[in-house]
Protein backbone atom coordinates (compact mmCIF):
# COMPACT_ATOMS: atom_id res chain seq x y z
CA UNK A 1 0.00 0.00 0.00
CA UNK A 2 1.48 3.45 -1.05
CA UNK A 3 -0.08 6.65 0.61
CA UNK A 4 0.40 10.42 -0.82
CA UNK A 5 -0.95 12.88 0.60
CA UNK A 6 -1.87 15.61 -2.04
CA UNK A 7 -4.24 18.76 -2.21
CA UNK A 8 -7.45 18.91 -5.09
CA UNK A 9 -9.25 22.05 -5.74
CA UNK A 10 -12.96 21.82 -5.23
CA UNK A 11 -14.07 22.26 -9.03
CA UNK A 12 -11.73 19.41 -9.83
CA UNK A 13 -13.04 17.41 -7.43
CA UNK A 14 -16.68 18.07 -8.55
CA UNK A 15 -15.89 17.24 -12.07
CA UNK A 16 -14.75 14.10 -11.08
CA UNK A 17 -17.65 13.40 -8.97
CA UNK A 18 -19.60 14.15 -11.85
CA UNK A 19 -17.92 12.46 -14.29
CA UNK A 20 -18.52 9.34 -11.87
CA UNK A 21 -14.69 9.18 -11.06
CA UNK A 22 -15.22 9.73 -7.71
CA UNK A 23 -17.68 7.24 -5.95
CA UNK A 24 -18.43 5.36 -2.93
CA UNK A 25 -18.55 1.65 -2.17
CA UNK A 26 -22.19 1.27 -0.59
CA UNK A 27 -20.89 -2.21 0.89
CA UNK A 28 -19.32 -0.97 3.86
CA UNK A 29 -20.10 3.10 3.21
CA UNK A 30 -23.21 4.80 4.76
CA UNK A 31 -25.55 6.91 2.53
CA UNK A 32 -25.88 10.51 2.86
CA UNK A 33 -26.84 11.57 6.77
CA UNK A 34 -25.74 14.76 7.20
CA UNK A 35 -29.13 17.24 7.43
CA UNK A 36 -29.19 20.53 5.04
CA UNK A 37 -28.32 22.50 8.01
CA UNK A 38 -24.56 20.66 8.64
CA UNK A 39 -24.66 20.79 4.46
CA UNK A 40 -25.16 24.79 4.49
CA UNK A 41 -22.87 25.04 7.55
CA UNK A 42 -20.42 23.44 5.15
CA UNK A 43 -20.42 25.86 2.57
CA UNK A 44 -20.38 28.66 4.83
CA UNK A 45 -17.25 27.40 6.20
CA UNK A 46 -15.85 26.86 2.62
CA UNK A 47 -16.34 30.36 1.36
CA UNK A 48 -14.83 32.22 5.13
CA UNK A 49 -11.65 30.39 4.58
CA UNK A 50 -12.07 27.79 7.55
CA UNK A 51 -10.15 24.99 6.79
CA UNK A 52 -11.72 21.62 6.05
CA UNK A 53 -10.31 17.73 7.47
CA UNK A 54 -8.35 15.86 5.31
CA UNK A 55 -10.43 13.31 2.64
CA UNK A 56 -9.20 10.16 2.13
CA UNK A 57 -9.62 8.99 -1.03
CA UNK A 58 -8.90 5.45 -2.27
CA UNK A 59 -7.02 5.25 -6.19
CA UNK A 60 -7.93 2.53 -8.29
CA UNK A 61 -7.13 1.32 -11.69
CA UNK A 62 -9.26 -1.73 -13.30
CA UNK A 63 -9.19 -3.38 -16.91
CA UNK A 64 -12.37 -4.47 -18.38
CA UNK A 65 -12.55 -5.82 -21.92
CA UNK A 66 -9.19 -4.74 -22.96
CA UNK A 67 -9.77 -1.51 -21.41
CA UNK A 68 -8.49 0.58 -18.08
CA UNK A 69 -10.79 2.67 -15.95
CA UNK A 70 -9.20 4.65 -13.22
CA UNK A 71 -11.33 6.38 -10.47
CA UNK A 72 -11.41 7.10 -6.65
CA UNK A 73 -12.96 5.46 -4.29
CA UNK A 74 -14.45 7.62 -1.06
CA UNK A 75 -12.80 6.39 1.84
CA UNK A 76 -13.33 9.33 4.24
CA UNK A 77 -15.05 12.47 3.32
CA UNK A 78 -18.44 11.59 1.57
CA UNK A 79 -20.88 13.85 3.32
CA UNK A 80 -18.41 16.93 3.09
CA UNK A 81 -18.20 15.98 -0.89
CA UNK A 82 -21.71 15.62 -1.09
CA UNK A 83 -22.25 18.92 0.48
CA UNK A 84 -20.11 20.80 -1.94
CA UNK A 85 -21.68 18.69 -4.95
CA UNK A 86 -24.87 19.81 -4.20
CA UNK A 87 -24.23 23.49 -3.60
CA UNK A 88 -22.31 23.33 -7.48
CA UNK A 89 -25.20 22.30 -8.74
CA UNK A 90 -27.44 24.97 -7.17
CA UNK A 91 -29.36 22.72 -4.99
CA UNK A 92 -28.94 24.05 -1.85
CA UNK A 93 -29.15 27.69 -0.33
CA UNK A 94 -27.11 29.40 2.21
CA UNK A 95 -28.05 30.79 5.51
CA UNK A 96 -28.90 34.29 6.61
CA UNK A 97 -26.51 34.28 9.33
CA UNK A 98 -29.19 36.41 11.37
CA UNK A 99 -32.64 36.27 9.39
CA UNK A 100 -32.36 32.29 10.25
CA UNK A 101 -30.81 32.66 13.19
CA UNK A 102 -32.94 30.33 14.69
CA UNK A 103 -31.77 27.35 12.79
CA UNK A 104 -27.87 28.46 11.51
CA UNK A 105 -27.61 29.74 15.29
CA UNK A 106 -24.61 31.63 14.51
CA UNK A 107 -22.22 33.26 17.19
CA UNK A 108 -22.72 36.70 17.43
CA UNK A 109 -19.43 37.79 15.53
CA UNK A 110 -20.53 35.88 12.41
CA UNK A 111 -23.35 37.67 12.59
CA UNK A 112 -22.03 40.89 13.16
CA UNK A 113 -19.34 40.05 10.09
CA UNK A 114 -20.45 40.99 6.76
CA UNK A 115 -21.81 37.89 4.53
CA UNK A 116 -22.03 38.00 0.89
CA UNK A 117 -23.43 35.04 0.05
CA UNK A 118 -26.32 35.19 2.74
CA UNK A 119 -29.22 33.60 0.90
CA UNK A 120 -27.66 32.46 -2.17
CA UNK A 121 -27.29 29.56 -3.78
CA UNK A 122 -24.35 28.87 -6.15
CA UNK A 123 -25.94 30.34 -9.20
CA UNK A 124 -26.57 33.47 -7.41
CA UNK A 125 -23.26 34.18 -5.66
CA UNK A 126 -20.74 37.36 -7.59
CA UNK A 127 -18.56 35.88 -10.19
CA UNK A 128 -16.07 36.53 -7.61
CA UNK A 129 -17.31 33.49 -4.56
CA UNK A 130 -17.74 31.70 -7.61
CA UNK A 131 -14.46 31.61 -8.10
CA UNK A 132 -13.25 31.28 -4.95
CA UNK A 133 -15.52 28.81 -4.03
CA UNK A 134 -14.06 26.75 -7.19
CA UNK A 135 -10.39 27.68 -6.17
CA UNK A 136 -10.39 26.43 -3.07
CA UNK A 137 -8.04 23.69 -2.19
CA UNK A 138 -8.91 20.88 0.11
CA UNK A 139 -6.26 18.87 1.74
CA UNK A 140 -6.64 14.47 0.50
CA UNK A 141 -5.19 11.70 0.99
CA UNK A 142 -4.60 9.32 -2.13
CA UNK A 143 -4.39 5.34 -1.33
CA UNK A 144 -2.89 3.38 -3.61
CA UNK A 145 -3.82 -0.74 -3.28
CA UNK A 146 -5.02 -3.17 -4.80
CA UNK A 147 -6.14 -5.26 -1.58
CA UNK A 148 -9.69 -4.04 -1.13
CA UNK A 149 -9.41 -4.80 2.73
CA UNK A 150 -6.87 -2.77 3.25
CA UNK A 151 -8.97 0.02 2.18
CA UNK A 152 -11.87 -1.11 4.25
CA UNK A 153 -9.53 -1.71 7.03
CA UNK A 154 -8.19 2.09 6.94
CA UNK A 155 -12.38 3.23 7.11
CA UNK A 156 -12.80 0.83 10.00
CA UNK A 157 -9.67 2.96 11.93
CA UNK A 158 -11.06 6.26 10.48
CA UNK A 159 -14.74 5.31 11.71
CA UNK A 160 -12.86 4.04 15.39
CA UNK A 161 -12.25 7.37 17.56
CA UNK A 162 -14.78 8.61 19.51
CA UNK A 163 -17.13 10.79 18.50
CA UNK A 164 -17.31 14.49 20.35
CA UNK A 165 -20.55 14.12 22.81
CA UNK A 166 -22.84 16.53 23.01
CA UNK A 167 -20.86 18.43 25.95
CA UNK A 168 -17.52 18.36 24.31
CA UNK A 169 -19.32 20.05 21.48
CA UNK A 170 -20.62 22.82 23.72
CA UNK A 171 -16.92 23.57 25.23
CA UNK A 172 -15.63 24.57 21.68
CA UNK A 173 -18.98 27.06 21.12
CA UNK A 174 -17.84 30.56 21.61
CA UNK A 175 -19.74 33.23 24.07
CA UNK A 176 -19.46 33.98 27.97
CA UNK A 177 -21.78 30.73 29.50
CA UNK A 178 -19.14 28.36 28.05
CA UNK A 179 -16.54 30.44 30.05
CA UNK A 180 -18.78 30.00 32.81
CA UNK A 181 -19.23 26.02 32.63
CA UNK A 182 -15.36 25.65 31.71
CA UNK A 183 -14.68 27.39 34.91
CA UNK A 184 -16.53 26.54 36.86
CA UNK A 185 -17.16 22.95 36.16
CA UNK A 186 -13.32 22.47 35.13
CA UNK A 187 -11.28 21.02 32.41
CA UNK A 188 -8.49 19.24 33.51
CA UNK A 189 -6.47 19.35 30.20
CA UNK A 190 -6.58 23.42 30.58
CA UNK A 191 -4.58 24.44 33.43
CA UNK A 192 -6.89 27.80 33.75
CA UNK A 193 -10.22 25.80 34.17
CA UNK A 194 -9.32 23.35 37.61
CA UNK A 195 -13.03 23.54 38.21
CA UNK A 196 -15.15 24.19 41.86
CA UNK A 197 -14.44 21.80 43.95
CA UNK A 198 -17.80 20.61 44.14
CA UNK A 199 -17.59 19.63 40.25
CA UNK A 200 -14.78 18.18 40.35
CA UNK A 201 -14.13 14.53 39.83
CA UNK A 202 -11.61 12.03 41.05
CA UNK A 203 -12.10 9.66 38.10
CA UNK A 204 -9.67 10.05 35.25
CA UNK A 205 -11.63 9.62 32.44
CA UNK A 206 -14.48 12.69 32.11
CA UNK A 207 -16.10 13.41 29.13
CA UNK A 208 -17.53 16.32 30.22
CA UNK A 209 -20.38 14.86 32.52
CA UNK A 210 -19.61 17.40 35.56
CA UNK A 211 -19.58 20.52 32.90
CA UNK A 212 -23.04 19.19 31.49
CA UNK A 213 -23.89 19.08 34.90
CA UNK A 214 -22.67 22.58 35.79
CA UNK A 215 -24.41 23.95 33.00
CA UNK A 216 -27.51 22.42 33.88
CA UNK A 217 -27.59 23.47 37.40
CA UNK A 218 -26.53 27.00 36.09
CA UNK A 219 -29.46 27.05 34.34
CA UNK A 220 -31.85 26.71 37.10
CA UNK A 221 -29.98 28.65 39.66
CA UNK A 222 -30.18 31.34 37.13
CA UNK A 223 -33.35 31.03 35.99
CA UNK A 224 -34.51 31.09 39.75
CA UNK A 225 -36.82 28.04 39.01
CA UNK A 226 -38.12 27.52 42.51
CA UNK A 227 -39.93 30.55 41.62
CA UNK A 228 -41.77 29.06 39.22
CA UNK A 229 -39.82 28.63 36.21
CA UNK A 230 -39.17 25.10 35.79
CA UNK A 231 -37.40 24.23 32.53
CA UNK A 232 -36.52 21.68 30.32
CA UNK A 233 -32.62 20.45 30.96
CA UNK A 234 -32.38 17.57 28.53
CA UNK A 235 -29.27 17.89 25.16
CA UNK A 236 -31.55 20.18 23.01
CA UNK A 237 -32.45 22.96 25.90
CA UNK A 238 -28.87 22.98 27.20
CA UNK A 239 -27.67 23.76 23.56
CA UNK A 240 -30.49 26.32 23.13
CA UNK A 241 -29.11 27.84 26.22
CA UNK A 242 -25.55 28.24 25.88
CA UNK A 243 -26.93 29.85 22.54
CA UNK A 244 -29.27 32.47 24.03
CA UNK A 245 -26.54 33.25 26.88
CA UNK A 246 -23.71 34.00 23.82
CA UNK A 247 -23.38 37.32 25.55
CA UNK A 248 -23.17 35.96 29.68
CA UNK A 249 -21.75 37.91 32.06
CA UNK A 250 -19.42 35.42 34.00
CA UNK A 251 -18.53 38.50 36.43
CA UNK A 252 -22.41 39.56 37.41
CA UNK A 253 -23.52 39.21 40.68
CA UNK A 254 -25.73 36.14 40.17
CA UNK A 255 -22.29 33.87 38.83
CA UNK A 256 -20.73 35.70 42.49
CA UNK A 257 -23.62 34.35 44.32
CA UNK A 258 -23.38 31.08 42.71
CA UNK A 259 -20.18 30.97 43.58
CA UNK A 260 -20.54 31.46 47.33
CA UNK A 261 -23.54 28.64 47.18
CA UNK A 262 -21.31 26.34 45.72
CA UNK A 263 -18.61 27.11 48.54
CA UNK A 264 -20.87 26.87 51.25
CA UNK A 265 -21.87 23.52 50.32
CA UNK A 266 -18.46 22.47 50.00
CA UNK A 267 -17.70 23.59 53.53
CA UNK A 268 -20.72 21.43 54.61
CA UNK A 269 -19.43 18.51 52.97
CA UNK A 270 -16.20 18.80 54.20
CA UNK A 271 -15.30 15.20 55.85
CA UNK A 272 -18.19 13.69 54.56
CA UNK A 273 -17.93 9.65 54.36
CA UNK A 274 -21.28 9.09 52.49
CA UNK A 275 -21.26 8.08 48.15
CA UNK A 276 -20.35 10.84 46.08
CA UNK A 277 -23.50 13.38 45.11
CA UNK A 278 -25.46 12.11 42.29
CA UNK A 279 -26.33 14.39 40.01
CA UNK A 280 -29.84 14.73 41.02
CA UNK A 281 -28.66 14.86 44.21
CA UNK A 282 -26.38 18.03 43.42
CA UNK A 283 -28.98 19.78 41.52
CA UNK A 284 -31.53 19.70 44.42
CA UNK A 285 -28.78 20.60 47.08
CA UNK A 286 -28.09 23.92 45.24
CA UNK A 287 -31.33 25.05 44.92
CA UNK A 288 -31.83 24.14 48.82
CA UNK A 289 -28.79 25.97 49.72
CA UNK A 290 -29.33 29.30 47.59
CA UNK A 291 -33.09 29.17 49.47
CA UNK A 292 -31.93 28.65 52.86
CA UNK A 293 -29.17 31.18 52.80
CA UNK A 294 -30.61 34.42 53.56
CA UNK A 295 -33.78 33.99 55.65
CA UNK A 296 -32.06 31.58 58.34
CA UNK A 297 -29.55 31.33 61.15
CA UNK A 298 -27.05 29.39 60.31
CA UNK A 299 -28.41 26.33 62.79
CA UNK A 300 -29.39 25.14 59.46
CA UNK A 301 -26.12 24.12 58.49
CA UNK A 302 -25.36 22.50 61.42
CA UNK A 303 -28.23 19.99 60.94
CA UNK A 304 -27.49 20.24 56.74
CA UNK A 305 -25.92 16.81 56.41
CA UNK A 306 -27.51 14.40 59.06
CA UNK A 307 -30.66 15.46 57.06
CA UNK A 308 -29.07 14.63 54.06
CA UNK A 309 -28.07 11.17 55.39
CA UNK A 310 -31.77 10.75 56.54
CA UNK A 311 -32.97 10.90 53.39
CA UNK A 312 -30.93 8.98 51.52
CA UNK A 313 -31.62 6.15 54.11
CA UNK A 314 -35.07 6.45 53.58
CA UNK A 315 -35.15 6.98 49.52
CA UNK A 316 -33.02 3.93 49.72
CA UNK A 317 -35.74 1.92 51.38
CA UNK A 318 -38.55 2.86 48.97
CA UNK A 319 -36.10 2.26 46.16
CA UNK A 320 -35.71 -1.38 47.20
CA UNK A 321 -39.77 -1.91 47.68
CA UNK A 322 -40.92 0.87 44.60
CA UNK A 323 -43.51 1.65 46.87
CA UNK A 324 -44.18 5.07 48.88
CA UNK A 325 -43.84 8.97 48.92
CA UNK A 326 -40.28 8.84 48.15
CA UNK A 327 -40.40 6.44 45.35
CA UNK A 328 -43.36 8.11 44.25
CA UNK A 329 -42.02 11.63 44.47
CA UNK A 330 -38.56 10.84 43.79
CA UNK A 331 -37.14 7.67 43.37
CA UNK A 332 -39.03 6.89 39.97
CA UNK A 333 -38.56 10.20 38.98
CA UNK A 334 -34.57 9.98 38.71
CA UNK A 335 -34.66 6.83 36.58
CA UNK A 336 -37.33 8.15 34.04
CA UNK A 337 -37.70 11.96 32.14
CA UNK A 338 -35.49 12.80 34.63
CA UNK A 339 -34.22 16.66 32.63
CA UNK A 340 -38.29 17.31 32.47
CA UNK A 341 -39.25 20.35 33.99
CA UNK A 342 -42.29 18.84 35.82
CA UNK A 343 -40.25 15.84 37.13
CA UNK A 344 -37.70 18.21 38.85
CA UNK A 345 -40.14 20.08 40.12
CA UNK A 346 -41.97 17.24 41.81
CA UNK A 347 -38.73 16.20 43.04
CA UNK A 348 -37.33 19.50 44.19
CA UNK A 349 -40.16 20.06 46.25
CA UNK A 350 -40.46 16.46 47.88
CA UNK A 351 -37.07 16.90 48.69
CA UNK A 352 -37.56 20.52 50.31
CA UNK A 353 -40.22 19.48 52.39
CA UNK A 354 -38.51 16.77 53.83
CA UNK A 355 -35.08 18.41 54.24
CA UNK A 356 -36.87 21.49 56.05
CA UNK A 357 -39.60 19.03 57.97
CA UNK A 358 -36.15 17.32 59.63
CA UNK A 359 -33.63 20.20 59.74
CA UNK A 360 -35.90 22.74 61.10
CA UNK A 361 -34.12 25.88 59.90
CA UNK A 362 -34.79 29.09 62.16
CA UNK A 363 -36.31 31.85 60.14
CA UNK A 364 -33.88 34.73 61.25
CA UNK A 365 -36.83 36.89 61.33
CA UNK A 366 -38.99 34.19 63.19
CA UNK A 367 -41.79 36.45 64.76
CA UNK A 368 -43.83 37.40 61.95
CA UNK A 369 -41.96 36.67 58.24
CA UNK A 370 -42.17 33.78 56.27
CA UNK A 371 -38.22 32.77 54.49
CA UNK A 372 -37.97 31.79 51.34
CA UNK A 373 -37.82 28.43 51.87
CA UNK A 374 -41.27 28.23 53.65
CA UNK A 375 -42.35 30.04 50.56
CA UNK A 376 -41.60 27.98 48.46
CA UNK A 377 -43.17 24.69 50.43
CA UNK A 378 -46.41 26.87 50.65
CA UNK A 379 -46.53 28.29 47.01
CA UNK A 380 -46.33 24.83 45.53
CA UNK A 381 -48.24 22.78 48.22
CA UNK A 382 -51.01 25.34 47.56
CA UNK A 383 -50.90 24.54 43.94
CA UNK A 384 -49.70 28.44 43.05
CA UNK A 385 -53.75 29.31 43.79
CA UNK A 386 -54.46 31.80 45.83
CA UNK A 387 -56.74 31.00 48.59
CA UNK A 388 -58.93 33.91 48.40
CA UNK A 389 -60.41 34.12 45.01
CA UNK A 390 -58.66 30.59 43.54
CA UNK A 391 -56.91 32.06 40.92
CA UNK A 392 -53.21 31.47 39.89
CA UNK A 393 -50.60 33.29 41.29
CA UNK A 394 -47.08 34.70 39.71
CA UNK A 395 -44.03 34.25 42.18
CA UNK A 396 -44.02 37.94 41.85
CA UNK A 397 -47.33 38.33 43.08
CA UNK A 398 -47.04 35.72 46.32
CA UNK A 399 -47.60 36.62 49.82
CA UNK A 400 -48.50 34.13 52.19
CA UNK A 401 -50.92 35.04 54.79
CA UNK A 402 -51.13 33.66 58.51
CA UNK A 403 -54.57 31.89 58.79
CA UNK A 404 -54.37 32.76 61.83
CA UNK A 405 -52.92 36.17 62.43
CA UNK A 406 -49.56 36.82 64.42
CA UNK A 407 -51.43 39.25 66.95
CA UNK A 408 -53.88 37.14 67.94
CA UNK A 409 -51.64 34.20 68.50
CA UNK A 410 -51.16 32.72 65.45
CA UNK A 411 -47.48 31.22 64.69
CA UNK A 412 -45.50 31.57 61.58
CA UNK A 413 -45.61 27.61 61.02
CA UNK A 414 -46.58 26.12 57.29
CA UNK A 415 -49.65 24.63 58.58
CA UNK A 416 -50.81 28.78 59.38
CA UNK A 417 -49.74 29.95 56.22
CA UNK A 418 -51.82 29.87 52.75
CA UNK A 419 -50.85 31.30 49.37
CA UNK A 420 -52.60 34.79 48.13
CA UNK A 421 -51.96 37.45 45.76
CA UNK A 422 -51.02 40.68 46.93
CA UNK A 423 -54.39 42.51 46.07
CA UNK A 424 -56.00 39.59 48.12
CA UNK A 425 -54.37 39.28 50.96
CA UNK A 426 -56.75 39.90 53.67
CA UNK A 427 -56.32 42.19 56.39
CA UNK A 428 -58.47 43.71 59.53
CA UNK A 429 -61.61 42.31 59.85
CA UNK A 430 -61.64 40.29 56.35
CA UNK A 431 -58.45 38.68 57.65
CA UNK A 432 -61.13 37.58 60.74
CA UNK A 433 -63.55 36.91 58.82
CA UNK A 434 -61.30 34.93 56.55
CA UNK A 435 -60.10 32.56 59.14
CA UNK A 436 -62.89 31.34 60.65
CA UNK A 437 -64.25 30.95 57.12
CA UNK A 438 -61.17 28.86 56.52
CA UNK A 439 -61.55 27.25 59.76
CA UNK A 440 -65.06 26.20 58.82
CA UNK A 441 -64.21 25.00 55.48
CA UNK A 442 -61.57 22.52 56.78
CA UNK A 443 -63.24 21.50 59.79
CA UNK A 444 -66.23 20.42 57.36
CA UNK A 445 -63.75 18.38 54.74
CA UNK A 446 -62.32 16.55 57.82
CA UNK A 447 -65.23 15.38 59.26
Known amino acids: MKVKSDKIKIKDLLDLKRAEMLTVNPEYQRGAVWSESQQKKLIDSVLRGYPLPLIYLHYKKTNFAGLQREHLEIIDGQQRINALYKFGEGALKL ?32 EDLKTQFYETELFIVKVVTDIEDEARDIFIRLQSGLPLNAQEKRDAWPGGYTDFVLRFGGKKEITRYPGH ?37 GTQQVDDYYYQNLDFDINSPKVTRF ?14 KGKKLLGHEAIHIVLLVNSLIDDYTRSWQDNFIAAFDKF ?27 GQARTIQTRHNFFTYVMFDIMKPVCKDNVRSYGQLEREIIYYRDRK ?31 NGVSVHYDCHPKGQ ?13 EKNVS
Not at 99 to 123: E, L
Not at 259 to 272: H, N, P, Q, R, T
Not at 430 to 442: P, R, V
Open 312 to 338: REMDAKARKLKQGDFWQHYGSLTQTQS
Open 95 to 126: FHPINDDKKARFPNFVKNAPCQWANCDFHSLD
Open 385 to 415: QCAVCGIEIKWDELEIHHLQEHQSGGQTTLE
Open 259 to 272: SKVLDLIVEIFAGY
Open 197 to 233: NFFKKKSNQDRGDMRQLCAQIGMMFFEEVVKGNWLDI
Open 430 to 442: DAINFYYAWKLKH
